[in-house]
């Protein structure tokens, strides 16, 4: 009953420019000789001289944009090796999605740091943004500083204006100046808490942005109520606080960082079950869900997130699993054990380390070299913040592992 809801070109090329990038990242470390990615046209070309892919790396791009599409499907996938500018991947998808259009798979990072593929219904995807274009119904246009490839991006900047019928523009690229002076009467901001956090810092205590009705959207990780205070005297209200997960898509809202969230219309809550859902599919048909995060009810429709069950936290809006990476540590030579847990609220809003050497007698110099070993060979969302040396692990008085100061050493 949604398909009427097509994507379109630009809609296309903006997805297919952030998988492009995000995989190339991931297999080069970083992509800063490229050009920009605000750059990139539709004649931008892929294996030759603006982005110099290799045959290897072609393969591994074809192969994101092809199983996001799902074009084996429809049999174009081969058309991806055959053609080298953007445009032209472009046109393959629209051509695949006008034979068949009924899924999206989407990439996550699972608890041990491998991706994981989850696939979503396309009219499912419709149902859930249908329902949050009643809450934006008032925007005039979407500004995104999110990558529109990972669901929420997808969601909130690609599918949302479609279904408004509205512009959307990407100012991730630019300066804090010019977001401040390009932002339009009913704007509504797509960002995440860590690119909020950046912002309302970045302007002085008693600014006030002088354009009015302007709103924003927040996901991927709690957004702290200081935060959303602080955004609302700046001007910025109300921000709607999305909580849900690659894996189920969205599950419950809030405007007020005080209150509950609260279920999306469509979903119930599984009698006898505190952390399964029953969703009302848009055929009439009921599916049950499981949630990847404890939830802590209020009531039959309102609900508190308490903790991911696998153990993660969220650093820049990406799931990182603190035992992953002791795991990785660990595998240094010179170390014995660690423990790596999330800094407490004063501290920071990234991983910290507590690592036991080998030689309790180590030097200052070879804790160096450690540190620098731990900053040079894990990802920027898995690495420590925070590193602190000791002979032992802290522990309680029962022997269980306790939380540790970035400032004490045991």
């Known amino acids: 009953m949604y398909t009427e809801i097509k994507l379109n070109k630009n809609d296309i090329f903006r997805v297919i420019c952030d998988i492009i990038a995000s995989r190339l990242k991931q297999k080069r470390g970083n992509i800063d000789d490229l050009p920009l990615l605000s750059e990139w046209t539709f004649s931008t070309n892929i294996s030759k001289k603006d982005l110099a892919v290799d045959s290897l790396e072609l393969m591994d791009l074809a192969t994101g944009v092809n199983q996001m599409f799902h074009l084996y499907e429809t049999g174009v996938e081969e058309y991806l090796l055959r053609k080298t500018q953007i445009g032209d991947w472009t046109e393959i998808v629209m051509k695949s999605l006008h034979r068949k259009h009924d899924a999206i798979t989407f990439k996550t990072s699972g608890s041990t740091g491998i991706e994981k593929d989850i696939t979503h219904q396309w009219d499912e995807l419709l149902q859930e943004v249908r329902f949050f274009s009643n809450l934006f119904q008032y925007a005039k246009r979407v500004v995104s500083f999110v990558p529109c ?160 069950k696998d153990g993660s936290v969220q650093i820049g809006g990406t ?22 847990r999330m800094m407490l609220p004063g501290e920071g809003d990234r991983l910290k380390v507590f690592i036991v050497p080998k030689d309790k007698q180590i030097s200052t110099a070879r804790q160096s070299e450690i540190m620098q070993w731990i900053r040079t060979t894990l990802p920027s969302v898995e690495r420590p913040a925070a590193i602190v040396f000791g002979n032992r692990l802290p522990r309680n008085d029962m022997g269980k592992l306790q939380d540790f100061q970035i400032n004490k050493v045991s």
């Open 319 to 340: 799931n990182v699993n603190p035992a992953y990476v002791a795991q990785k540590i660990n595998d240094h030579p010179d170390i014995e054990t660690c423990n790596v």
């Open 149 to 308: 490839h990972h669901i929420y991006g997808f969601l909130f900047t690609v599918i949302l204006p479609e279904i408004l019928n509205i512009p959307v523009i990407d100012f991730r690229y630019f300066s804090i100046g010019q977001i401040v002076s390009s932002l339009n009467q009913k704007d509504l901001i797509v960002s995440i808490p860590v690119q909020w956090r950046y912002f309302n810092e970045s302007l002085a205590s008693g600014f006030t942005i002088n354009v009015a009705d302007i709103q924003g959207i927040t996901s991927t990780a709690p957004c702290p109520v200081d935060l959303i205070q602080s955004l609302r005297k700046k001007g910025i209200f109300p921000i709607t606080e999305i909580f849900g997960s690659s894996e189920t898509s969205g599950i419950g809202y809030r405007q007020s960082p005080h209150s509950p969230y609260r279920l999306l219309p469509f979903l119930n809550r599984k009698s006898g079950n505190v952390d399964s859902l029953e969703k009302q599919l848009p055929s009439g048909e009921t599916r049950i869900i499981d949630t990847v995060d404890n939830l802590q009810w209020v009531d039959h429709r309102r609900f508190k997130p308490t903790k991911r």
